[in-house]
């Protein structure tokens, strides 16, 4: 079965036409996530819930098939600790927002540390400059979410996952604009 340029064209035609259709709805997913953080914060906190149940059950399968009887009962304790983190979060989404956006503050002072650090062992190099600056702004962005702890709950995840959307929408749209224009220029020197 061989395939015509003419099919091939028409199937680059759909998928990039299908590839700005996604990304639209992605930057619109992002604004609403932005809008409404939320909503946003407890959809992400029910994902990461429901993550957390297939990781426990995933563990608990893999330590079931282990040899070994010490590793074998670990990895179903860990599968059962996972499990019940999961269970927890779905069965309380808004306490688990408020112990991911903890959660996520910790992470963001533990990363501007780090960039202090790189900034400095990378301080004769030209551009670490822009990791102390990261680090900075790192820094203000966890004392921020943990000095308005656990108000900032309410917003700070939605409102960050939100603004990732938004820009992955954007760059893909971009992009997938940019091979729509690359397509169509090549269809008409063929």
């Not at 301080?123 to 979410?145: H, Q």
């Not at 603004?163 to 604009?177: H, K, N, V, W």
Request: charged share 10%.
């Amino acid at each position: 079965m061989s395939t015509t340029p003419t099919s091939i064209a028409a199937s680059e035609k759909k998928a990039l036409t299908w590839s700005v259709i996604l990304s639209l709805l992605l930057i619109f997913a992002g604004i609403l996530a932005v809008v409404l953080p939320p909503l946003a914060g407890t959809g992400v906190t029910i994902f990461i819930g429901w993550l957390l149940i297939f990781s426990g059950a995933g563990h608990i399968v893999y330590g079931w098939q282990r040899r070994e009887k010490r590793a074998m009962i670990w990895e179903i304790l860990l599968g059962i600790l996972y499990i019940c983190a999961g269970v927890y979060v779905l069965w309380n989404p808004v306490l688990g927002l408020v112990s991911l956006t903890i959660g996520l503050a910790a992470y963001l002072l533990l990363e501007a540390i780090l960039e202090f650090v790189l900034a400095v062992r990378l301080r004769p190099a030209p551009g670490s400059g822009w990791l102390f600056f990261d680090g900075i702004i790192t820094l203000i962005l966890a004392v921020v979410i943990w000095r308005t702890w656990p108000l900032s709950a309410a917003w700070v995840i939605g409102t960050l996952v939100g603004i990732s959307m938004l820009f992955s929408g954007t760059a893909r749209l971009m992009l997938s604009l940019a091979a729509r224009k690359l397509f169509a220029k090549q269809a008409t020197a063929s």
